[in-house]
């Protein structure tokens, strides 16, 4: 094992086991209240079961060190970077596994901003599809996504066939 590898691992880990707890929860919630889903939140909520699900053989692919998982890994981590929410619509995908890291940008009802940072390493991984209220609006940052999509970068950079004339 090249020391490099041990980050592919980490990556890898981290896809496969938030992927599958993220899809756990998703098909418990979706068994529970699969029958209530407005038609409206339907296209999200199969966003969300895919991105869970590419999570899981993104992160295989990648632990065998395979092309697939880092390509694969790309538009996983995509969809997990920014997450927000609305006066009528919440979005979020963490298939991070065990760890939240967040910058936020946030709007409460009462007025003024409010800029911050969240950390938890003790959390579960999850998703947010909601069309419910809410008063404040928060736009924010998934750091542990934008970490592995800059490796990600410098991995895909590497893997490039070498090109005369650059």
Sequence with gaps: ????????????????????????AFLHDLIQTGASVPLTLLPGVLFIGLVLAASVVAGVALWQDRRLGYTLSVPVQLAQVIWFVSAGLTVRISASGWLLADVFLRAPAEGGLVVGWQFDAARKSGYALSLAPREDFTLALNLIALAILVWLGFRLRALLPFRRGR
Excluded: P
Excluded at 4 to 24: F, K, P, T
């Design 1 to 24: 094992m090249k020391d490099r590898d041990g980050l592919r691992y980490a990556v890898a880990l981290i896809e496969i086991q938030g992927g599958l707890v993220g899809l756990w």
